[in-house]
């Protein structure tokens, strides 16, 4: 029963409505916060935690996609000793489709655990995260870098500024040449645009800047 209800209960923390990320953020401390107990249950159920965070980035609810996103980014970096090499590839997957999706809150929480999963796994699992892997990620993250959405074009940016910090010095570079590119492409355009104020963060026209929590 715990480890049907834990991987729900750390995917609600992230839910966009607040009176739900609050209950579950209460719940998680009162019962699994100490000692990192939470942590402990959720590394040996990883797979059964993985499989149902990756049935969520698929649900019509595109809040319940969004938290998924962002619960996976926790476990990636919050317990990468735990993933093993079938469970890296399928968050891969997940990412990649989830950063496809029509809705833009779920490319926008898709991001930065994208940019994650190249940063942490590329020696760990050099056969996976590898320069074919990252070149479906690019031309995403370039259509990111465009959006309408400025608080996607700037998680965007981050996450390629993560993806650049992977220790596969072969992939790095070629995240890092794609990133010249665009700089070079665009750079003139940007400084040539007149500078407007950012909309706050609770407007209908803009999104948030994608946080991961730690357990």
Not at 38 to 64: F, K, P
Not at 72 to 84: D, P, Q, W
Not at 116 to 132: A, C, E, G, K, Q
Request: charge should be neutral.
């Amino acid at each position: 029963l715990a480890m049907t209800l834990l991987p729900r209960l750390c995917l609600n923390r992230f839910h966009p409505a607040k009176s739900v990320q609050t209950l579950s953020l209460e719940a998680w401390k009162t019962h699994y916060g100490r000692e990192g107990v939470g942590r402990r249950w959720l590394a040996e159920g990883i797979s059964d935690v993985i499989a149902y965070y990756i049935r969520c980035t698929r649900h019509q609810n595109h809040m319940i996609c969004e938290a998924a996103c962002l619960a996976i980014g926790e476990v990636v970096s919050k317990l990468t000793s735990s993933l093993t090499i079938s469970l890296v590839e399928e968050v891969s997957d997940a990412l990649l489709i989830c950063l496809n999706d029509m809705r833009w809150p779920v490319r926008d929480a898709a991001l930065l655990p994208s940019g994650l999963h190249f940063r942490l796994y590329s020696d760990v699992y050099p056969t996976i995260i590898t320069t074919t892997r990252v070149h479906l990620f690019l031309p995403l993250w370039r259509e990111r870098l465009q959006d309408s959405i400025w608080s996607v074009r700037e998680n965007a940016a981050v996450t390629i500024v993560e993806a650049c910090q992977c220790s596969n010095q072969t992939l790095a570079d070629v995240i890092i040449v794609f990133a010249y590119q665009y700089i070079e492409e665009h750079l003139f355009q940007a400084l040539s645009q007149k500078i407007l104020p950012l909309p706050p963060s609770s407007s209908s026209g803009g999104g948030k800047t994608s946080k991961i929590t730690s357990f």
